[in-house]
C-alpha cells in the first residue's frame, strides 16, 4: 500500500487561524502529532470528516508562517503532524520574543527564538479512533466512542467517555495525579495500594478498545458519568 504524501498546501489562512478538513472513513485511524500545542480540544460530530482549526500566534504574529503541517493517507490512517519550518525560524533573533512558550534554537552557531501560543479544534466522527500526542499542551478529549490514546509530556489529559462504553482503562504518569470519575482502584505494587494514584489500570463493561491517557508531569483524568 502506499501512502500519500500531502503538502499543507489544502490549508487556508484566515489571519492567524488555520483549517484542515479531510474525509475520513471508519476504517481509518486519526493519529495527531501536535508537538508544540498549548491546548487541544477533541470533539465529536455527525460528519465523516476529520477536521482541525488551529489558532496560532508565533512571535506575536510576526511569524505565523512558520507553523507548518504534514499529512500522510493511507487506507488504514491518516496522520497529521504540525511543527517550525526552522528555516523560517531563522530569521527570528535569539532575544525576539518575550512572551510564554518561548522555544530556543542553535543551528552551528546561530541562536535564535520564538514565543508560540498554539491551540488546536479537532472534529471526528465519534467512532473513530484517534491517537494523540503533545509535548507540553492540555489535552482534552469528549464523547468519541472508539480506541482513545492520548499522550502529553507535561500537560494534563483529561477524557470524558460514555458510562456504557466497553474499554481497557490505563492511566499513567510519572510525577502528576491520576484520576476517574466514578472512582476505579489503582494498580497494587507489592500487594498495596498507592495512597498517591500515579496507574490506573482496569475494564469498563468487561473491557474492549483501549482508553490510555498518558503525562510525564501532568495529570490524567478519565470521567464516564451517568449521564
Not at 192 to 206: E, T, V
Amino acid at each position: 500500500m502506499i501512502a500519500l504524501l500531502m503538502p499543507s498546501t489544502f490549508l487556508f489562512a484566515q489571519g492567524e487561524v488555520i483549517e484542515i478538513s479531510l474525509p475520513i472513513q471508519t476504517s481509518q485511524k486519526a493519529i495527531l502529532n501536535l508537538k508544540f500545542a498549548e491546548k487541544i480540544e477533541v470533539k465529536s460530530w455527525n460528519k465523516k470528516e476529520l477536521f482541525i482549526r488551529a489558532h496560532i500566534d508565533i512571535n506575536h504574529g510576526l511569524m505565523n508562517e512558520a507553523h507548518e503541517v504534514d499529512t500522510v493517507i493511507t487506507d488504514q490512517a491518516i496522520r497529521i503532524s504540525t511543527g517550525f519550518d526552522e528555516d523560517i525560524l531563522e530569521k527570528s533573533a535569539f532575544n525576539n520574543c518575550d512572551g510564554k512558550n518561548k522555544t530556543q534554537y542553535r543551528r552551528g552557531s546561530r541562536g535564535y527564538s520564538i514565543c508560540h501560543t498554539i491551540n488546536y479544534e479537532v472534529f471526528l466522527p465519534p467512532d473513530t479512533d484517534v491517537e494523540i500526542e503533545t509535548i507540553s499542551g492540555d489535552i482534552a478529549i469528549a464523547d468519541m466512542q472508539n480506541e482513545v490514546i492520548a499522550e502529553s509530556v507535561s500537560g494534563t489529559v483529561d477524557v470524558t467517555i460514555t458510562k456504557n462504553q466497553k474499554a481497557d482503562i490505563l492511566l499513567e504518569t510519572v510525577s502528576g495525579r491520576a484520576y476517574t470519575d466514578p472512582p476505579m482502584l489503582p494498580v497494587e505494587e507489592n500487594g498495596m495500594r498507592l495512597l498517591l494514584s500515579r496507574k490506573i489500570s482496569n475494564q469498563l463493561n468487561g473491557g474492549g478498545k483501549p482508553v490510555h491517557l498518558k503525562s510525564v508531569s501532568g495529570n490524567v483524568n478519565l470521567r464516564y458519568p451517568d449521564k
